[in-house]
């Protein structure tokens, strides 16, 4: 089955603990992507990579790191996670240029004491 | 900078009837746009897209409408059924820009009513 997965679903840590997110496609997809949901402010995107090595900026990326050394694999990294990144976060791949749909993960909610 | 708006944080509509959410944009570049519905405890997940070379785009009982002087885009759905209550989101990009950023509006929850 086509999928995206992303783990853990639940997380609960406290400030300063690096903690790592991990997401995974099985769709072969160059273009793979990671968002945080917050109320009121809908989806909005930390980082993004275009293919192997390639990864980009989004419009929230403080305190997080992206790698892609596998096309299958983007990990999300926090390094020292802080209250104010206690959200619901989405890792999404597509098949890549031009622009096409993204396939999202079922996400993971991450609450930092 | 919101540069996509969804105004209207939700929305009920009868059974049966049409359900009309709203988006509009900023970036006269945006020139991509989907629309994207999410169920509780769930990933979004893709419901319908338009290019900026037409105004519209039908599947099924969802249709898109896209206004590009107005820069606002419309999701359609008729008839509204209860398994459409969810939240839509809808999202624009830039083919041409090399970046592949998507941004997405703030969501409108739908309630469709039995």
């Known amino acids: 089955e086509a999928q995206v997965t992303q783990n853990p679903r639940y997380l609960i840590t406290v400030t300063g603990k690096k903690l790592t997110v991990t997401c995974s496609q099985n769709m072969n997809h160059e273009y793979m992507s990671w968002y945080r949901q917050d109320p009121g402010l809908g989806l909005r995107q930390i980082y993004y990579?275009?293919?192997?090595?390639?990864?980009d900026k989004g419009d929230v990326p403080e305190g997080y790191k992206v790698s892609r050394k596998e096309k299958r694999n983007f990990p999300l990294i926090l390094e020292s996670p802080s209250p104010n990144q206690t959200s619901l976060y989405f890792c999404?791949?597509?098949?890549?240029?031009?622009?096409?749909?993204?396939?999202f993960g079922s996400g993971t909610q991450l609450s930092v004491l | 900078d919101q540069q996509v708006k969804q105004n209207s944080p939700s929305l009920s509509v009868q059974e049966g009837r049409i359900s009309i959410l709203n988006c509009d944009y900023t970036n006269s570049m945006f020139d991509y746009f989907l629309w994207y519905k999410k169920y509780p405890a769930e990933g979004p997940t893709f419901l319908i897209s338009i290019s900026s070379i037409k105004d519209k785009n039908e599947d099924g009982r969802f249709t898109v409408f896209l206004n590009k002087s107005a820069k606002h885009l419309s999701l359609h759905i008729v008839p509204s059924q209860p398994g459409d209550s969810a939240v839509y989101f809808c999202a624009a990009s830039r083919s041409t820009s090399g970046t592949y950023k998507y941004i997405f509006g703030t969501g409108t929850r739908l309630k469709v009513l039995a």
């Open positions: 999404a791949s597509s098949p890549g240029p031009p622009v096409g749909k993204l396939f």
């Open positions: 990579s275009m293919n192997v090595e390639v990864t």
